[in-house]
């Protein structure tokens, strides 16, 4: 009989360790979670913010910044029309 109290009572000290190791980790897998949604938040918030500057200095089709690839492209045009 005494074998069985203590193995309960060691069964009854796994248990509830056992639920407080469970509990601790649910804690911490939800701050990891909110640690990973803000960081997130924080890639698109940039994302979104050099999307913004990158329409502003570069019109829809230019390669390079403030029509580079427009005065390349007409200083090839004026030597093959030398040529």
């Known amino acids: 009989m005494s074998f069985i109290k ?7 000290i796994f248990f509830f360790v056992a639920s407080l190791l469970g509990i ?6 939800r701050k990891n979670e ?4 803000g960081i997130f938040s924080f890639v698109a918030n940039v994302k ?4 913004i500057e990158a329409t502003i200095h570069n ?3 230019d390669m390079v910044p403030d029509n ?3 005065a ?5 045009e004026k030597e ?3 040529l």
């Open 6 to 12: 203590k193995s309960f009572f060691y069964l009854l």
């Open 68 to 70: 580079w690839d427009n």
């Open 34 to 37: 909110e640690v990973r949604k």
């Open 59 to 61: 019109p829809e089709g």
């Open 48 to 51: 979104e913010f050099i999307y």
């Open 24 to 29: 601790f980790f649910l804690y911490e897998n």
């Open 80 to 82: 093959i029309n030398n």
């Open 72 to 76: 390349v492209t007409s200083k090839i």
